[in-house]
């Protein structure tokens, strides 16, 4: 069965608004319900699931140890969305970035939002300030540490915005972390992202993934045991992953009906935005029902809206969800090797409504 994030009770969007709050930001609830300090450091994991967490111990006695519970993402399990409402505190439904890839505003076009179409403004693709800004304005010294190649993107801007300062190597990370956190209140985001590109590649069940999994827990160690004093670390992920083996996926280009009356066909291959001639919408449903099955759960707009997918949804990125989307929660992906051809070759997936998918650790070290 598809699982429905806990949007404002225990999802990655109330993560950093818990840790303001519990650096006593006036107006920021605290709904994890956070220990107080004057620092915290948030470590965000790319791709490190709760499921998979919780299946390689051996891999992880630092990360195993700690206080943990898991938490959801949101809808589509994926990097985009979830980096927006862990900046934002929002839910998909509200700041507006709704998958890797929707459709383009006032265009029938795909908007990719980790390249970011240079002609769209991130500020007013996504208007609400991020949780870093509010937090300058209440006194936090606040500082997003992550790659060089990230500053000043379109996502980093529209999810993100605050002081940056590059770090590529885990040593530069802990070295630019700790530095960020000497005063006090203080908040430092920390971004790793080498975990979710070796599961893509390799799978989350290869010998590659786990030998980049020990990596990030002896980085996670060494980040802590070098914070200052009065440093809370929580550590969590965006989402988790699935391996998808060749024969469990099907490609809309070798399918005809599956094109029927769609115009655009956007999202990931565990969650697909399909946008439809007028009228199609109800025709389509029932086509990729038909031929996904028991997999995913096929929508209409409107009952993916009602189901509770994206959280409150405004009416400004209404036409940015598909008339018809497909979440799957079972084995499987849908592919289109004509118009993603990367995606087609990755072994390791996420976007969907899976456990697997879905739920995120939320850890705690002080």
Request: aromatic share 6%; with cysteine; hydrophobic share 40%.
């Amino acid at each position: 069965m598809p699982l429905v994030p806990e949007y404002g009770e225990r999802s990655l969007a109330d993560v950093i608004r818990s840790a303001l709050g519990a650096l006593g930001v006036a107006g920021e609830d605290n709904p994890l319900g956070l220990p107080p300090a004057s620092r915290y450091c948030v470590l965000l994991v790319d791709g490190l699931g709760w499921n998979l967490l919780k299946s390689h111990t051996i891999q992880t006695p630092f990360l195993s140890s700690l206080r943990q519970q898991p938490i959801t993402c949101g809808v589509p399990s994926t990097t985009a969305t979830s980096l927006t409402s862990l900046g934002t505190g929002l839910p998909p439904g509200r700041h507006g970035v709704l998958g890797y890839t929707t459709r383009m505003p006032g265009r029938n076009e795909l908007f990719h939002a980790l390249k970011w179409e240079p002609t769209v403004d991130p500020l007013t693709y996504q208007p609400y300030p991020s949780l870093f800004e509010r937090a300058q304005r209440s006194g936090v010294t606040t500082t997003v540490v992550s790659k060089r190649r990230f500053r000043d993107t379109g996502l980093t801007n529209a999810a993100l915005r605050g002081p940056f300062r590059p770090a590529d190597s885990y040593g530069e990370r802990v070295a630019t972390a700790v530095s960020a956190l000497a005063g006090q209140p203080a908040l430092a985001y920390v971004y790793e992202a080498d975990l979710d590109s070796t599961g893509h590649q390799h799978g989350c069940q290869s010998a590659a993934w786990r030998h980049q999994l020990v990596m990030v827990d002896r980085f996670a160690e060494e980040l802590y045991e070098s914070l200052p004093a009065d440093t809370v670390l929580l550590i969590t992920g965006d989402h988790g992953m699935v391996d998808v083996p060749a024969d469990d996926r099907i490609d809309v280009d070798d399918i005809p009906a599956l094109r029927a009356g769609v115009t655009l066909i956007a999202g990931e291959a565990r969650f697909r935005h399909l946008y439809v001639e007028p009228g199609a919408d109800t025709d389509v449903q029932a086509t990729w029902r038909e031929q996904l099955g028991a997999t995913a759960a096929v929508l209409l707009r409107d009952e993916a809206i009602e189901a509770g997918w994206f959280g409150a949804v405004e009416s400004r990125v209404l036409d940015r969800i598909g008339d018809v989307v497909a979440g799957l929660h079972g084995s499987g992906a849908v592919c289109q090797r004509s118009v993603f051809p990367t995606e087609a070759k990755l072994v390791g997936l996420h976007g969907g409504l899976s456990e697997d998918e879905l739920l995120v650790p939320l850890l705690l070290a002080h």
